[in-house]
């Protein structure tokens, strides 16, 4: 299996030896990329039974099972990472999906195409048909992809939800890469695939003068 | 230790067995047997580091025939699809370990072999055993092949219960699980059907308070019954319905009486007809009983014990059917979110077949793929 621009844009990420939950698997290539190249313990989850299988009998720990509704087996902080890659467009609920990467993972990797794209953006606007590219091909009727969304879009919904984006990476269509910082307006147009690395605010504990015990990052998040 | 074992080969069983003198098992009950033995056969051969070693366990009926000619049927072993030179459990590349469970017919301490301190057949004296207690024996054995660890521990429906006590009692010498069609506790409704088996059994006028053997007699109608009941369980709707449907059985018509007219009536008095003559009546009592008390789920589900439990290092492949309504997909899957919890290394696949429980004795290519890969693939990472 040839390795994704994306897989090594992810690898680059993680530091080595962490403990990795790859969410829509697939036959195990990127758990496969991580677990040779930088030590990672991985597991994964995978919707369809013939992929799912696929992975399995490549010696990987994959569970056949939909991210929408099995990710509540995992624990809290179970995994350094939770990786959700091409997928949370894909997703009924994205926002709670997000949540759940970041109470299951210290940190998260989503990737998603970035629907803000400037020839996006010109078909829809010139053609006036739901646009099709290289990375979202489908016509409406049978695109797997519910939820389009752009990077700006993303960023919005992060910044509701208390995350904090650590790091994000840009990839154009000509499979050039550059890093999205605040102050790069056209990020959003040049952009066709997204990577983000994405933890929680770190709250320092409260301290309050009291016989009861400090709040912790989570109470202070639930309030 | 090893001085009070003793291995030889049984001709008659055409299998070896271990004979543990003065050494008491301990059972689940308090209750110890001093003198026990285990038979079992073994299949391809032992490599110099003893890093091949499978252990396949058997379900309710089953025995150590796996592969090869059960000489007491004359037909294939019950899972020689599955395990046989190049077959996907390739005999060429592992040393398979197949016992035959305690409370077993077929040569290990049960029901009806001899109480070595009385010299009586046990019959109803057998004390009462769990799976945990066949584990235990099983583990006897593996200590007297010197194996110190397990490649895998391989099982489906009662065989699967053994390989999840064997990563709950032993996790230290296990390798790899492979689970199928299993449960972390046996359900209502299938401790419902067990009973319905044993009240035939033991309403069967030839039972004779379980002393039939003494009395020269078999408790034959009501066994046969037994397995009928079960033998509906392991199958499904669908596949029932496609294989025998409606259809008469050597007739046009109906017969207006209680004849075999419906081809399913005559296949399932078949089936318990052809299990009496293999398989010994309080065997099945004992059995379905040590099914019946399995629950691991209470030790699972407390988040203490089991994170201390030392089994981070175990691959468990858990399997289940969609047709499987005795084991189904649900009760597999509870098993795989409690090691998800616990953040395990935990693979799990459903397949898609209409035939039942009983599909993984069944031509399933899928079942062979998924086995003969996850095992492979697994043994290249530790050689």
Request: net charge positive; charged share 20%.
């Amino acid at each position: 299996m040839s390795i994704r621009k994306d897989w090594k844009l992810i690898e680059i990420l993680i530091k080595d030896n962490s403990r990795v939950l790859d969410i829509g698997c697939g036959e195990g290539g990127l758990i496969s990329q991580l677990e040779k190249n930088i030590k990672a313990k991985t597991n994964g989850i995978e919707v369809n039974a013939d992929l799912a299988r696929k992975a399995i009998a490549s010696g990987y720990n994959v569970v056949e099972g939909n991210a929408e509704l099995d990710l509540n087996q995992y624990s809290n902080q179970s995994f350094d990472y939770v990786i959700l890659s091409q997928t949370l467009q894909a997703m009924v609920k994205p926002k709670e999906v997000l949540t759940e990467l970041l109470r299951i993972g210290q940190k998260a990797i989503v990737s998603f195409p970035n629907f803000g794209h400037w020839k996006i953006r010109l078909q829809l606007l010139f053609s006036g048909k739901m646009p099709k590219t290289k990375g979202l091909p489908y016509s409406w009727y049978e695109t797997p992809n519910i939820h389009f969304f752009t990077i700006k879009d993303f960023q919005d919904l992060c910044k509701e939800l208390n995350i904090i984006i650590e790091k994000s990476i840009a990839l154009t269509g000509k499979g050039r890469q550059f890093e999205i910082s605040p102050g790069i307006s056209y990020a959003n147009l040049f952009t066709s695939e997204a990577i983000f690395l994405l933890s929680y605010k770190n709250f320092e504990p409260i301290k309050i003068k009291t016989k009861q015990k400090s709040f912790s990052r989570n109470s202070a998040l639930a309030s | 230790m090893n001085k009070s074992i003793n291995i030889f080969k049984n001709f008659e069983l055409q299998c070896l067995i271990a004979e543990f003198s003065d050494i008491s098992l301990k059972l689940d009950s308090s209750i110890k047997i001093n003198n026990f033995k285990i038979a079992y056969k073994t299949f391809g051969t032992l490599d110099a580091n003893k890093s091949n070693a499978i252990l396949i366990c058997h379900a309710l009926t089953g025995d150590q025939y796996v592969s090869g000619i059960n000489p007491i049927t004359k037909k294939d072993g019950w899972w020689s699809r599955m395990v046989g030179p190049n077959k996907p459990i390739d005999t060429n590349k592992y040393f398979i370990i197949c016992p035959n469970v305690l409370g077993g017919c077929s040569g290990t301490t049960g029901p009806k072999e001899i109480n070595m301190e009385t010299n009586l057949i046990f019959g109803r004296k057998f004390p009462s055993i769990t799976i945990k207690d066949m584990v235990k024996a099983q583990n006897y054995l593996i200590e007297a092949l010197s194996i110190k660890k397990l490649f895998a521990v391989v099982g489906g429906s009662m065989g699967a219960m053994q390989a999840l006590q064997w990563s709950i009692d032993f996790p230290e010498k296990i390798n790899n699980i492979i689970h199928i069609a299993g449960a972390l506790k046996h359900s209502a409704q299938n401790i419902a059907f067990h009973e319905v088996g044993r009240q035939a059994i033991m309403n069967d006028i030839n039972w004779n308070m379980g002393s039939y053997i003494k009395k020269n007699t078999i408790p034959e109608k009501g066994l046969a019954v037994a397995r009928m009941i079960a033998h509906i369980t392991y199958l499904s709707d669908d596949a029932m319905h496609r294989k025998f449907g409606r259809k008469l059985q050597s007739r046009d018509i109906i017969s207006f009486g209680f004849d075999a007219d419906f081809q399913i009536e005559s296949y399932l008095r078949y089936q318990g007809r052809s299990f009496v003559d293999r398989f010994d009546a309080n065997s099945y009592l004992y059995l379905t009983r040590a099914m019946d008390y399995f629950e691991v789920g209470k030790k699972f589900s407390n988040s203490i014990e089991f994170p201390k439990m030392k089994n981070q290092h175990i691959n468990y492949l858990i399997v289940s059917f969609t047709s499987d309504w005795l084991f189904p997909t649900l009760q597999n899957k509870e098993i795989v979110k409690i090691l998800n919890y616990f953040n395990r290394n935990v693979s799990f696949t459903e397949i898609e077949t209409d035939k039942g429980h009983d599909s993984f004795l069944l031509d399933e290519p899928e079942l062979d793929e998924i086995i003969n890969g996850f095992l492979n693939s697994n043994f290249n990472k530790i050689n």
